[in-house]
């Protein structure tokens, strides 16, 4: 038993993807299997149907009617279209003696006697397909529970199609998500990496130029440069980090063993104070022990804190600083007065690009906290937040040793 020559017909991407739909569900090889075997009919198949297309999604041939997945027919040749124009079955037991499809053409073209086409329908109701089967023999077919298995089965690839179709809108959406994220932290860490070069040049001019005698405006008009480009080196420097731990290769530590940190802690309260000096920034040590850690990035982190506090916090009211090492561990605390940070927004503080919302704009890309908490995981601690009561404290917490 052999079908005539099926016409070449154009596939379009939605039929392929269509195809591809079916074959996601694996359920669909042992549907058309338990088909042939309770009814007898050798051939079965899955066939996504439109106006102008009849296509062999799945395929179970036991009787080499010749016909494999993807295979195309002339859909003036099926009765699928039929199935399709009335949303129900077309069933024959015995093609002979049957008195609607005795003299049909299409039975007589394709050798079979025995014939089952039910409609395959999605949960929204659009019409997708057939699920058919046939055979040269005659099969009581049109039993009750025969049909109503036909139904019950189009009725699960039908439910399942929606399910995969959903799946794979799921998959794309997240593979789109990953390549954009991707993209955006490799431009990041490559516009980071070549912003360096002017900004070093610059901070070279200016250091050349304050070493020159200048006249008291010039000296002011140096000060804003070597200022401003302090300032773009640490936000460089943040992109930087940022690119560094989102593409996977986490922060880099130059980890030493018994750092005193006191003189660390110092500088860089020295350099804040400098630049804020209407500020006050009170410093609290009591370092028993030297901390195991890589210090330019203790540094990095506790500026981050007080420039963070210096920004957001109440102006009038000082930033206190402490720090406590003894055999527990390290501890930094950064407090700063203020109304408190809500609830909602505290769950973001450490999520890169967090801004709190505030009537005038703020300085900076919103990574100070995020780099500041993976400073904090890269020595495997902890950085947290309280804030309540006109108070916020962001404290790091590292273990001994």
Do not use: K
Request: some cysteine.
């Amino acid at each position: 038993m052999s079908a005539e020559p099926a016409p070449v017909v154009a596939h379009d991407p939605q039929i392929a993807r269509d195809r591809a739909a079916i074959d996601r569900i694996a359920a669909v090889p042992s549907i058309l299997e338990v088909i042939t075997a309770v009814t007898g009919m050798r051939f079965a198949v899955v066939a996504r149907v439109t106006e102008a297309n009849w296509t062999a999604c799945a395929v179970h041939d036991s009787v080499d009617f010749g016909m494999g997945p993807g295979d195309d027919l002339a859909i003036e040749t099926t009765f699928c279209d039929q199935v399709r124009r009335q949303n129900g079955p077309v069933i024959m037991d015995h093609v002979a003696i049957d008195p609607v499809f005795h003299d049909h053409p299409v039975p007589a073209m394709y050798g079979f006697q025995s014939y089952i086409s039910v409609p395959i329908v999605r949960p929204d109701g659009a019409f997708f397909g057939t699920l058919c089967a046939l055979d040269p023999n005659p099969v009581e077919i049109s039993r009750p529970e025969r049909v109503e298995m036909f139904r019950l089965f189009a009725e699960l690839i039908g439910s399942q199609l929606e399910s995969a179709e959903r799946l794979t809108a799921s998959e794309a959406a997240l593979m789109d998500a990953r390549e954009t994220a991707e993209l955006r932290d490799q431009f990041i860490a490559v516009l980071g990496h070549d912003l360096r070069n002017p900004v070093a040049a610059i901070q070279a001019g200016a250091t050349l130029l304050a070493a020159r005698p200048l006249d008291e405006a010039a000296r002011g008009i140096v000060g804003q440069m070597q200022a401003s480009t302090a300032r773009m080196g640490r936000l460089i420097d943040d992109v930087l980090d940022f690119a560094r731990g989102r593409l996977g290769g986490g922060l880099p530590l130059a980890r030493r063993s018994g750092v005193a940190l006191g003189a660390v802690l110092e500088t860089v309260i020295g350099e804040l104070r400098a630049a804020h000096g209407d500020r006050d920034i009170p410093l609290d040590l009591a370092l028993e022990r030297p901390v195991d850690c890589d210090p330019n990035r203790i540094a990095q982190l506790l500026s981050n804190l007080v420039a963070n506090a210096l920004t957001h916090g109440s102006p009038g009211a000082p930033v206190q600083v402490a720090a406590r090492s003894d055999a527990d561990g390290f501890t930094l605390s950064v407090t700063n007065a203020g109304p408190p940070i809500p609830e909602a927004a505290r769950h973001r503080l450490f999520q890169p690009f967090s801004r709190p919302a505030a009537d005038t704009p703020r300085p900076g890309l919103g990574l100070g906290l995020y780099i500041a908490a993976r400073i904090a995981e890269a020595h495997h601690g902890t950085l947290s937040v309280t804030s309540a009561d006109g108070q916020t404290r962001f404290t790091l917490r590292m273990p001994a040793g």
